[in-house]
């Protein structure tokens, strides 16, 4: 089915679609709401049946069966609660048990299912989307299908149970006195049609400020450095306030449609109720029908009506969590625009020749970036990119990895085009550091050895004195499994660098790529890593991005990038020989003025 199809129809068909798999539990758990509300409803019979014993006595419907004494009647009566009661409480343990169960694998089922298709997904819906409003989706909306399940679906099978049992019954006691019962369930059921289709898209509203409300949250949190040292605290906290008074507003018009439900609902049953109750009584006065029959209808029609009252509540929830769900389908439903080739690699066996064919990229609304573009990285090879921000440096190496689609041309690893390639074997070729380091909350450890599955701590320390990094790491009191706070944020700049040129070491890819990877330390670290990255990059494909050029100074071959384009390419003396844009920077760097 295409997702068009798939959004078009409702939240709970696809809902009811997505648990295909768990069609027996959901089977087992409505069958104990339905056994469970049929015991609840019988006591109203008992009731009924023992006022007929105590009137009629001999000539009570019991006495038909065998039973003629009324002791023997009551005993009876008796032992038919004590049965009735014991199954009402065994299953009503068990529609809670199932369900629940039901409510918490459907949560935990959807939740990895959307988060595993998120990661599918190309960087540039990641670009358009907020990180908060993914969170609200991932947690809060899946959250509010759970609470439905736990209670709600429970909920609306017995009420649907309780409707048709109890009129079936009514309807054979007394039909005319049945049809007063009858009269609102119409009403109600046209009032509750016409309130859910009003409140369907305030919550709707609601789910989407509840979005916006997360997103300003996560990035004020991921910010909050740049916030206090602008000063800027009370600026955003009114814009807090401006996004939660938002939200608070839109659950504000859809709690007061739906807190006037339940009112209505409660006049409608009134009338029905004092019906039966006049109507009914008159009738028993006069004989017309039995005493026990009466008593019947006037405790089983509360049983009736009684829980309409609970619709609206269970339509509030109903309505909440197909809001909720359907943020999370559509979600699943994303279409996957880049997906992984068939053809299985080793990433041990590739040699690392890397070779870009006229090829031509632009981002999302923007203007082409690369144009008809073309380089050859022989394997083994060291290559130096530098130009200035925005010529397209590291989106050569997005394209590399797949990130995004290319507009035309091919890209070819070892003769193969990276297109036709299992994803997973291309990246697992290709170790990154990038000039955005993220460290994951965790050990320092578990940071270097993310990825190479590996707990090896003499391969860890080895990468680590590679990078650089194991002098500064033997200095903190719990070395290796001393925790880097979130997003590395216990670390400097220059140390979370090194880290990830370990954990980029440890890999041990046969392409090795440094996007900046010497930014953020001083110049005696430079000096090191360079000396590790001439050991590492040994029998390697190495790709150095930099504006320091000292960073490529002894690569294989550098290329300047303008605008997208090769503008000069060569030898660091070669290039300084050519006195072309590469000198000119160089010299500016050096200190040095130009000619």
């Not at 009570?60 to 009402?88: D, K, N």
């Not at 199932?98 to 939740?111: E, G």
């Not at 009129?167 to 019962?181: D, E, S, T």
């Not at 300047?560 to 500016?588: A, F, P």
Request: contains cysteine.
């Amino acid at each position: 089915m295409s997702s068009c199809t798939q959004k078009g129809e409702s939240a709970l068909k696809r809902l009811l679609s997505s648990l295909k798999d768990y069609r027996a539990l959901l089977a087992a758990a409505s069958t104990c709401s339905v056994l469970n509300k049929i015991f609840d409803l019988a006591p109203p019979v008992l009731i009924g049946l023992s006022v007929d014993v105590v009137v009629r006595e001999q000539n009570s419907w019991l006495a038909l069966s065998g039973f003629s004494s009324v002791p023997e009647q009551l005993l009876l009566l008796a032992f038919l609660s004590f049965l009735i009661w014991s199954f009402e409480s065994f299953f009503e343990y068990l529609y809670n048990y199932l369900w629940r169960n039901l409510a918490q694998t459907t949560q935990h089922n959807l939740r990895i299912k959307a988060y595993g298709h998120l990661q599918q997904l190309e960087m540039s819906f990641f670009e358009a989307d907020s990180s908060g409003r993914l969170m609200a989706v991932l947690n809060d909306d899946i959250n509010q299908l759970e609470r439905f399940l736990d209670h709600g679906a429970n909920q609306l099978i017995q009420l649907i149970v309780t409707v048709s049992l109890v009129g079936g019954a009514m309807a054979i006691a007394a039909p005319g006195i049945a049809l007063l019962a009858f009269i609102p369930i119409p009403v109600i059921l046209v009032g509750s049609i016409s309130f859910q289709k009003k409140l369907a898209p305030r919550y709707r509203e609601v789910r989407e400020k509840a979005g916006d409300l997360s997103a300003r949250l996560s990035n004020n949190l991921g910010g909050i450095l740049t916030i206090k040292s602008f000063t800027t605290e009370q600026w955003e906290l009114e814009r807090l306030r401006k996004d939660s008074n938002a939200y608070r507003f839109s659950n504000r018009k859809a709690i007061k449609l739906s807190s006037a439900f339940i009112p209505l609902i409660r006049f409608a049953i009134l009338f029905a109720f004092l019906a039966i109750l006049v109507i009914g009584g008159l009738q028993a006065w006069e004989g017309t029908i039995a005493i026990g029959t009466y008593s019947f209808l006037v405790f089983i029609t509360q049983r009736l009506l009684w829980p309409l009252t609970t619709l609206g509540h269970t339509l509030d929830e109903y309505q909440r969590s197909m809001a909720s769900t359907k943020r999370v389908l559509d979600l699943i439903d994303t279409p996957i625009r880049i997906s992984s080739g068939t053809k299985r690699i080793n990433p041990q066996r590739i040699v690392g020749n890397v070779s870009f064919q006229d090829v031509s990229f632009s981002y999302k609304d923007r203007q082409q970036i690369l144009q008809n573009f073309n380089l050859n990285i022989p394997a083994g090879s060291t290559i130096g990119i530098v130009g200035s921000t925005g010529s397209g440096k590291s989106t050569i190496i997005k394209l590399l990895l797949r990130l995004y689609s290319l507009d035309s041309g091919i890209i070819k690893l070892d003769n193969h085009s990276i297109k036709d390639l299992n994803l997973k074997d291309l990246r697992q070729c290709i170790a990154l550091v990038s000039q955005d380091v993220y460290l994951f909350h965790g050990t320092i450890k578990e940071n270097i050895s993310y990825g190479s599955n590996t707990r090896n701590l003499d391969q860890i320390d080895f990468a680590a004195s590679l990078a650089e990094a194991s002098d500064f790491i033997n200095q903190l009191p719990k070395g290796y499994d001393t925790l880097v706070g979130e997003r590395g944020q216990r670390l400097s700049g220059g140390q979370k660098q090194r880290i990830a040129l370990a954990r980029a070491i440890l890999k041990d890819s046969p392409i090795l790529v440094l996007d900046e990877a010497t930014a953020a330390v001083d110049n005696e670290t430079e000096a090191a890593i360079q000396r590790s990255i001439r050991k590492i990059t040994e029998g390697r494909t190495t790709i150095v991005i930099a504006h320091r050029l000292s960073t490529v100074r002894n690569a294989d071959k550098i290329i300047v990038l303008n605008k997208g384009r090769i503008k000069e390419q060569g030898t660091h003396e070669t290039l300084l020989d050519l006195g072309g844009e590469y000198s000119d920077l160089w010299r500016v760097q050096a200190g040095q003025k130009k000619n």
